[in-house]
């Protein structure tokens, strides 16, 4: 069965510290991506990568860096982590191209105390 | 900039019947149109991917339509269950080929027994 698997499930960090979300895809996906989804304002791209140690912007990107070192992994870093930071995080990945649909993972959900 | 809208409001419906669920597009067509199921606290999962021409698509109790002219989806679920509970997302590709996605904010469907 192939999936996303993302590193927590529940996380409660404080604020400012540096906060590291990991996800891995074992279906030698090129595309990754990292969205947080909040009430009301659906699901935000942060940041994307299709290649290895490749990542463009996505629509949120300030407060956050990603790393992509190896093809199947793709972390989120908040550097600082801030209480409007509390979300769920999802991390989901694709093959390259328009025509392929998006597997998710379970999700992290966040909170900044 | 491109943009997806579905009806926020909950659609609730009564077992047995046909659930209707409607995105409308801004902007130019995409050229493919994606459909996930959302359910609490857990990632999207892909269900559909329509393209431009197809005008039409099923997959078992669930059919979606592609209307350029009226820049609409409908996404269909016959002979509904209160399994089928759960939020639906639409989404489109943004520009550019890299596959990125633009979500709705998805509608909530309540099946009731």
């Known amino acids: 069965d192939v999936k996303v698997t993302q590193s927590s499930r529940y996380l409660v960090k404080r604020t400012g510290e540096k906060v590291f979300l990991e996800c891995v895809q074992d279906?030698?996906?090129?595309?990754m991506f990292w969205y947080r989804q909040d009430p009301g304002l659906g699901l935000r791209l942060i940041y994307f990568s299709y290649d290895v140690k490749m990542k463009e912007k996505g629509d949120i990107p300030e407060g956050y860096s990603v790393s992509r070192e190896k093809k199947e992994r793709f972390s989120l870093i908040l550097e600082s982590a801030s209480t409007n930071q509390t979300s769920m995080y999802l991390c989901?990945?694709?093959?390259?191209?328009?025509?392929?649909?998006?597997?998710f993972g379970s999700g992290t959900r966040l909170t900044v105390v | 900039s491109q943009k997806i809208e579905q009806n926020s409001e909950a659609l609730n419906i009564q077992e047995g019947k046909t659930a209707t669920l409607t995105c409308n597009y801004t902007n130019y067509s995409p050229a493919y149109l994606q459909w996930y199921r959302q359910d609490p606290g857990r990632g999207p999962v892909f269900l559909l991917l329509i393209r431009e021409n197809e005008k039409e698509k099923r997959k078992e109790r669930l059919k979606v339509t592609f209307d350029t002219t009226l820049k609409q989806s409908l996404f269909h679920i016959t002979a509904s269950q209160p399994a089928d509970s759960a939020t639906y997302l639409c989404?489109?590709?943004?520009?550019?080929?890299?596959?990125?996605?633009?979500f709705g904010q998805g509608t909530t469907l309540q099946v009731k027994p």
């Open positions: 989901a990945s694709s093959l390259l191209g328009v025509d392929y649909g998006y597997t």
């Open positions: 989404a489109r590709h943004g520009s550019g080929n890299t596959g990125k996605l633009i």
């Open positions: 279906m030698d996906h090129e595309n």
